[in-house]
């Protein structure tokens, strides 16, 4: 498998939206180990990107909000590729901000092809979610599945986004890079399914409230199998747009998730409760399960299953601990 994001030898300047974040961070990482020029812009302060701190000596960082166009027109001038990962991470936030996903995803975006448009930057990578299908009618779910009702602001600004690139490649000679990534996990991950059970049972090791019934089946990717199926893609398709699903595509269901969490505790008998239906809060989705047989043909497969990825992760996440 390469991990030259480029066809060739050359050394790329890219730019990077959201770098000081869980994938965004690790993306960075991964590029200066393959001697690219690396710039973030991204809302944190420089002594505030905790990720950055063993690199940043080594990247360009620029503190801005993506909502402001004239910045981003002034300052992203000379850059082979953009990796958009910017974006309000958490959609639970959007049902108390209703404008958040419109503001940091919609409106970044849009800045983003604008002031690419305007400094002739060619190349876009955008990471995209499973929540842009809602509740798809067909699971697997594959990358042309029509009628896509998102349940989620998350999920819509999302799809809003794709649709802007979209537009804006086809009108001005772009080219893009959409992935639309499972729950992606990993050790320096600092939210999600995993990371919940291991501190709640921190807190109280005899008992594991889980929101939703447990059945609930999501599609897990690893975190360095995401990034390695990003640039494979990147380096082996060249449409105007190409889009993947990017996942492990396999399940596993969250109730197997918490035991697995309380067999690497080496917990027992720890008494389990379930709270709300088949969803675990507002914008979930029961089934998260994705075909990944585009990416496959193109010559890519993830390293580790949905079981193996969650194993991964909580056994990094309680060494780190």
């Known amino acids: 498998m390469s991990r030259n994001l480029s066809l060739t030898e050359e050394q790329l300047k890219i730019a990077i939206t959201g770098g000081s974040g869980f994938i965004g961070s690790n993306f960075v990482k991964r590029l200066l180990k393959d001697n690219h020029e690396v710039t973030v812009f991204d809302s944190k302060t420089k002594d505030t990107a905790n ?54 995803s919609i409106i970044a975006t849009y800045n983003i092809l604008e002031a690419m448009r305007t400094n002739k930057i060619k190349k876009i990578i955008f990471t995209s979610s499973p929540a842009i299908y809602g509740n798809p009618a067909k699971i697997p779910t594959t990358e042309d599945t029509g009628m896509l009702f998102p349940i989620s602001l998350y999920g819509a600004a999302k799809l809003s986004s794709e649709g802007l690139i979209s537009a804006f490649c086809h009108l001005f000679e772009m080219k893009a890079w959409i992935f639309r990534l499972g729950n992606v996990v990993g050790i320096d991950m600092t939210r999600g399914v995993i990371k919940d059970f291991i501190k709640k049972l921190k807190q109280n090791p005899n008992e594991l409230e889980i929101l939703g019934n447990g059945t609930q089946q999501k599609d897990i990717i690893l975190l360095d199998d995401c990034i390695d199926g990003i640039l494979f893609a990147f380096t082996n398709s060249n449409d105007i747009i190409n ?32 709270k709300g239906g088949n969803t675990g809060w507002q914008g979930d989705v029961p089934i998260v399960h994705y075909d990944i047989t585009k990416i496959r043909k193109l010559g890519w497969k993830p390293k580790y299953d949905s079981e193996m990825a969650v194993r991964l992760t909580v056994k990094g996440s309680l060494k780190l601990q």
């Open 51 to 104: 990720r950055l701190v063993s690199v940043i000596d080594q990247i360009e960082y620029n503190v801005t909000d993506l909502e402001n166009l004239e910045y981003l027109k002034q300052e992203l001038k000379n850059f082979d590729v953009v990796a958009h990962f910017y974006a309000s991470a958490n959609t639970a936030i959007g049902i108390a901000q209703t404008d958040i996903d419109l503001k940091k």
């Open 243 to 274: 889009i993947f699903n990017l996942s492990s595509g396999t399940t596993i269901s969250i109730n197997e998730i918490a035991k697995i969490v309380q067999q690497e505790m080496n917990l027992k008998n720890v008494k389990t409760t379930h």
